[in-house]
């Protein structure tokens, strides 16, 4: 295999039914327009209605699979010869780590190791050039740097981790994993740490979709503690772009911060979003939405703020966000609106009865 050969062979992707995963898919095919070997286990999460629009499309091959069954992993590999692993699959909703943390213990650490285990030995046995080109990427979370307090500068690559949720501390350390298997191995890995993601396809347990679904319907929209706990926001295309980005030229090793430039208190987010659908369904029965808006008791553990630092990404790769937050939340809302079939779809039981279980408690 030439190199422009190995430049054309596929990349496998991992959890790339899910939100930000099925995003990329897409994205990647659109955009770059070479074959994507898609893994996912479907938990509650992972939907394949997410990637209907690649449904009969060649360059899309899923597979339905666990990152922990290492034989599905060797065999995906020995296969398809992926130039690159780009490795979304987690568990990835805090609330849910304090319920459940063992499952966040499962996927995120030891299915970074078994993953980094197959791809270990499958780069290994790599002949040139496809040995020097391939990459193994790392999907991250800012949430490893811990809490800022309002005046503290923005997380770099170089904050010290300081993981306050078991969601986070298990995302740490398989951070820890990748790095390590870098200097121990000299295996060339890539991690991206990014902000809180939103957008189209996103699980309706996350804040921004749960606003929405919930003020469409309704009922109560449940804000933690005082609503002022700060996030940076980070439209989910303008992600996949940075990590294409990433992918091509960042340089084996490094980790790089992704942000939105968009940092904003919860209660801001959530009247926004009640501001566009006062817009949108004028002739709604629920209007003005904001007053559906109830404050809940506090997330144990709940990070004050997060913000990014993205000036390395910028440099070294040109890389910035493209959508504004106040273009990608008006996106994202109509999305919503727009998409009632693949809403009632997801609004399974289990979905409904995780929503009674987290919050029926906080009011």
Known sequence: MTQTDNHNAPI?????????????????ISNVGTPVVNLDKLTYA??????AQLQGNPHH?????????????????????????????AESHVDRSIHGPEDFVVTNVNGTFHLLEAARAHWSKLPEPQKTDFRFLHVSTDEVYGSLSATDPAFTETTPYAPNSPYSASKAASDHLVRAYFHTYHMPVLTTNCSNNYGPFQFPEKL??????NALAGKPLPVYGDGLNVRDWLFVLDHCDAIREVLKAGRPGETYNIGGNSEMKNIDVVKAICSILDELRSNSP???????????????G?????AMDITKINRELSWSPKCSFTDGIRATVQWYLDHSTWIAHVASGEYRNWVEANYAKRG
Not at 208 to 213: D, H, K, Q, S
């Open 302 to 306: 709940h990070d004050r703020r997060y």
């Open 208 to 213: 921004i979709p749960l606003i929405i679904l």
């Open 286 to 300: 629920h209007r003005p939405h904001a007053s559906l808006i109830q404050y809940v008791k506090d997330r144990p």
């Open 12 to 28: 496998l992707v991992t959890g790339g039914a899910g939100f930000i995963g099925s995003n990329f898919v897409t994205s990647w």
């Open 61 to 89: 091959i899923f597979v339905q699979g666990d990152i922990n069954d290492r034989k599905v992993i060797d065999q995906l590999l020995a296969a398809h010869q992926p130039r690159a692993i780009v490795h979304f699959a």
């Open 46 to 51: 992972g939907n394949l209605e997410n990637l």
